[in-house]
């Protein structure tokens, strides 16, 4: 999994490193996208509790990661493991209150921005995000 991810995150950092601390998480799921003993791709879901205004927390689902070897891409994976996603994230929601899916892609990443806005991602042009490597980050999200 961590592989699958240093590899496809090369430019935005370190993920040798970063990838692991997110596992460690509790609220984190992570799952592995496997066929004919091949790993293909991996997806990791996070849920937060976020400091709000009336001094509460609101819980916040995050996809953390998504990524598909270089060699399966563009085979319907990275779709069936969003999807995948989507729906545990909707399914836990009602006992969380988490009100929305989120996620950061690479700002000239368009392939999977559009892969995010088929199922149902927007932009949030509130937020952006600077990567260790200095490039920057776009925030998307989705009602779930
Ligand atoms: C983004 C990423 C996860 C997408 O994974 P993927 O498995 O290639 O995604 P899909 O195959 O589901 O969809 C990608 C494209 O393949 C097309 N496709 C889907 N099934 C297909 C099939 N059976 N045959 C041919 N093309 C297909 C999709 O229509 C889509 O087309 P598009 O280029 O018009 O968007 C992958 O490119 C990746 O790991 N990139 C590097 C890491 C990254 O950018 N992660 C996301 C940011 S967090």
């Known amino acids: 999994m961590v592989a699958t991810g240093v590899a496809a995150y090369q ?34 879901l996070g849920f937060y509790g976020e400091p709000n205004a009336a001094g509460g927390l609101t ?3 995050d996809l953390l ?8 891409r563009n085979a319907g994976i990275g779709r069936i493991l969003l999807d995948h996603v989507i729906e545990v994230a909707t399914r836990i929601a009602s006992s969380t209150n988490a ?14 921005q559009r892969l995010y806005s088929r199922a149902g991602f927007t932009f949030d042009p509130s937020v952006t995000t600077t990567y260790e490597s200095g ?5 998307m999200r989705r009602p779930i």
């Open 99 to 112: 009100c929305w899916l989120r996620l950061t892609v690479e700002a000239s990443n368009l392939g999977a």
């Open 135 to 139: 490039l920057t980050g776009l925030r």
């Open 11 to 44: 430019n935005l950092g370190d993920y040798q490193r970063i990838l692991p601390t997110w596992l460690e998480q509790p609220g984190v799921l992570a799952w592995v996208y496997e066929l004919n003993g091949v790993r293909r791709g991996m997806a990791m």
């Open 59 to 61: 819980i916040v689902a």
């Open 65 to 72: 990661a998504l990524a598909v070897a270089a060699e399966f």
